[in-house]
């Protein structure tokens, strides 16, 4: 019996696992970085929209009262000749 052959089959056996291994983890690892990019894009997106969002509400209200304000000088002017 050859016993070269076979170890030789074996070694190739034993590589090609090795290396559907390696595909494996490297896979895995591209997959869980992609991830994790992805997550944080994600948070920065919100953190900018939160921001924003407030910004818009502090306008908002800040010209709401603005309003508030000249309506109620309005309706003070028009009444004080009925005071």
Known sequence: M????????????????????????????????????????????????THSATAERRWNEQAAARLQAAEFQRVTLMAQPLI
């Not at 170890?7 to 090795?18: D, F, I, M, N, P």
């Open 2 to 49: 050859n016993t070269s052959t076979i170890s030789a089959g074996r070694t190739a056996q034993v590589q090609a696992v090795t290396l559907r291994a390696d595909a494996r983890q490297l896979s895995d690892r591209i997959a869980r970085r992609a991830g994790h990019a992805l997550l944080a894009w994600s948070r920065r997106r919100d953190e900018q929209r």
